[in-house]
């Protein structure tokens, strides 16, 4: 796990290297939400490489109740790459060319704003087989946090400040949420947040309900961090704050898979990240969740920042990323130390 950790870290100092300067002439990004336009040499889809590569591009998800990949990929030959996929949010450009450096690139904001491309080269089907297994994993997960970059930025611009304002003052964090999303629940180190809407399928409406949850409590050693006492944390508060119908309560599901629990780097500090699955306990209803834990020193507290969707109609991974972007957009108000 370590190793795998120093290599992300060290993939995401490339990234950063390699990205140009924001350009505001720009156009605007276009495309829908989880799209990645894959501009593939035929030298590649001819070979035995080919199916390998789409099952990689088209792997699952991590943390829906159904199966759904990271990205709807939409594959398309270099003489198709005409003018109109010029500004698309995410290109992957794939390339053979024996004159050319082995190497892979990150751009930003090439033909639209708050675009970002990479093109991954090589001379010959050998050369791209070892640089794809080595890099088309964090590649794809560059993508994804740049996804929840147009997120946030969408939520800065059109969110609920509201919201964002009392969750500061309640527990120490500066917030960007949704649009419309509101307090449902507020109470000694706990405060629950809703967006519910409905979408019509079939002729009917169906619900939507994404929620963020952020508790927290003084902290005292890294055994605290540990999965299990993570995992026994979210267990208990959601038990005495979140209840369902016929007296359910919201738990952690292990029915189809374990939460994946993990480190990962925030905000310049080592933190943990939770994937899963929820349930009502004793009741048939549950979806996927995010979760995010962190010390703060400003306040001495240990905080979970746990995010959920409930959308049973409907396909989750979209409003997934919703929830991990506003669980990642909290900072530490600076100086609030505020009662723990």
């Given at each position: 796990m370590i190793r795998n950790l120093i290599a992300l870290l060290a993939f995401a100092a490339l990234l950063q290297a390699c990205e140009s300067d924001a350009t505001s002439y720009l156009p605007s990004y276009s495309g829908q939400q989880g799209e990645l336009?894959?501009?593939i040499d035929p030298q590649i889809t001819q070979s035995d490489l080919n199916e390998p590569l789409f099952q990689q591009l088209n792997q699952p998800f991590f943390g829906l109740p159904q199966s759904e990949p990271m990205f709807k990929v939409i594959d398309i030959k270099p003489k198709g790459f005409t003018k109109i996929f010029e500004t698309h949010r995410s290109i992957l450009h794939l390339r053979i060319d024996t004159n050319a450096k082995?190497?892979?690139?990150?751009l930003r904001?090439?033909?639209?704003?708050?675009?970002t491309v990479v093109i991954i080269t090589a001379q010959n089907l050998n050369e791209f087989k070892a640089l794809a297994?080595?890099?088309?994993?964090?590649?794809?997960?560059?993508?994804h946090n740049k996804e929840l970059d147009r997120i946030t930025s969408r939520n800065k611009a059109f969110g609920s400040t509201l919201s964002n304002d009392r969750v500061a003052a309640v527990t120490g964090l500066n917030i960007v949420t949704q649009k419309d999303m509101m307090v449902a629940k507020e109470t000694k180190n706990f405060?629950?947040?809703r967006l519910d809407r409905e979408k019509p399928v079939g002729g009917y409406q169906h619900q939507i309900s994404q929620g963020l949850m952020i508790y927290w409590k003084s902290y005292t050693d890294t055994a605290s961090f540990s999965d299990s006492s993570l995992i026994a944390w979210k267990n208990e508060v959601n038990a005495r704050?979140?209840?369902?119908p016929q007296n359910s309560h919201m738990t952690t599901s292990f029915k189809l898979y374990e939460p994946a629990v993990s480190y990962l780097k925030f905000r310049g500090e080592t933190a943990k990240e939770l994937r899963g699955l929820w349930r009502m306990d004793g009741?048939?209803?549950?979806?996927?969740?995010?979760?995010l834990s962190f010390y703060n020193p400003e306040n001495q507290r240990q905080y979970m920042v746990e995010g959920y969707v409930f959308a049973p109609q409907?396909?989750?991974?979209?409003?997934?990323?919703?929830?991990?972007?506003?669980?990642k957009s909290v900072t530490p108000v600076k100086n609030k130390v505020g009662d723990n």
């Open positions: 336009i894959v501009v082995t190497e892979v690139k990150v904001n090439v033909g639209a704003q708050m675009q297994d080595e890099n088309l994993q964090q590649v794809l997960w560059h993508f405060i629950w947040l704050y979140v209840d369902g009741y048939f209803m549950g979806g996927p969740f995010y979760a409907f396909d989750k991974r979209a409003f997934l990323r919703e929830i991990e972007a506003i669980v």
